[in-house]
């Protein structure tokens, strides 16, 4: 079997690091080589890292079911920046506006999951370098947010649903840390490709010079830092459906003592 690291000229200083439920993919495989470690290759965004078997198909099920649910009452949430081309065929519902109860549970629990996995993992520990990161009173998820065509906030993360020749352009995301989950294999083509270098222009198509190319089979999650180009390509057939958001995890100020 071959692995996709296998291409790396052989004089790196680092090799890509895995671990127990783990594996970490380099993108700028110079760059990440000389870093000290994998953290600081993932903060540097010259690395992503996949944690297979990460989301049940119960989480997986209730987070894409009611997304299709509200596509099928009629509800319209369009991508801010569907107008501009930016992504076609894909529909962007976010957990918190306007997605269930189950889903809401499913996002509270794949959150809390990987941050304890970061916090549980001597390696990936470094992307934060703090305990208790689950710890709602000790630490907050910042999500992006945008709004929509109607002016209404509307916090990542999101369940995107690609249909046929559905994408995502270029970008970057600006935030500490992206966490994607695959949530169904009833497609064909798609995935997500990345970039060692910067476009010339946000929103650019580079989808024949991807450095990586991403297609893991669902449950899969995938993360990365907030200065790594990616996009997601095309679907040839069926529907991908994808959780993904961006935020920074904030360290709370101590609370006061009451006197």
Known sequence: MVSINDDLPPDTTRRPASGVGWEEIFVNSEQAALSENVATAITDSFSYVTIPNFGTLEERCALQESALRVANDGHDQPHILAASDVNVNCTRYSVQSILDGPANEAHNTLLTRLLDF??????LYKVFSRSNLSDTDQNTAEWYTEPDDRGNDCPE???????????FKEHT??????????????????????????????WADRSDQADRVARPPAGTAMIWGGSLWHMALPVSTGMRAVYVGSFDLTENSPKEEEE
């Open 173 to 202: 995301d600006g935030m500490q840390l992206t966490l994607l989950v695959v949530l169904n294999d009833s497609f064909e083509g798609g995935g997500t490709a990345f970039f060692s270098g910067a476009a010339d222009t946000m």
């Open 118 to 123: 970061l916090e549980q993992d001597e390696e």
């Open 157 to 167: 993360p999101k369940v995107n649903i690609y249909g046929k020749s559905g994408y």
